[in-house]
């Protein structure tokens, strides 16, 4: 699976941004699917999940109820709605798929199967 990653930029404390994950190359309804952050200097950390079948979620206590995840299963993308945004979300956001389950992702950082490239969120006034 090829990962593209889309959709950072610059925005002011409390306003939102739209991430975007575009997939190819294999069946995209096959891989659970997840987003995470890392800051230099500091580990990757999880930051939301979505099942293969796009019906459960599950996302880090930071983020909970400011993003949202969600997967298009015709135009193969998996979005990350970021609302309320804070300057401690500042940092690359990159994409993932893996074959295990949306709950294993967090654990898995290290194995999961794809990673995107990343995509820069600043959150500064």
């Known amino acids: 699976v090829q990962l593209q990653a889309s959709g950072g930029g610059l925005v002011q404390p409390g306003g939102s941004l739209r991430l975007s994950c575009a997939a190819s190359g294999r069946t995209f309804s096959a891989y659970a699917m997840g987003w995470f952050r890392q800051v230099p200097g500091k580990e990757r950390e999880f930051v939301a999940a979505i099942s293969r079948s796009g019906g459960d979620t599950t996302y880090a206590d930071s983020v909970k109820g400011r993003f949202t995840i969600s997967r298009d299963f015709v135009k193969n993308t998996m979005y990350l709605q970021m609302n309320s945004l804070k300057p401690e979300d500042t940092a690359g956001y990159y994409c993932?798929?893996?074959?295990?389950?949306?709950?294993?992702?967090?654990?898995?950082?290290?194995?999961?199967?794809?990673w995107g490239q990343g995509t820069q969120v600043t959150v500064s006034s």
């Open positions: 993932a798929a893996d074959h295990f389950t949306m709950a294993a992702m967090a654990l898995r950082i290290n194995s999961l199967d794809y």
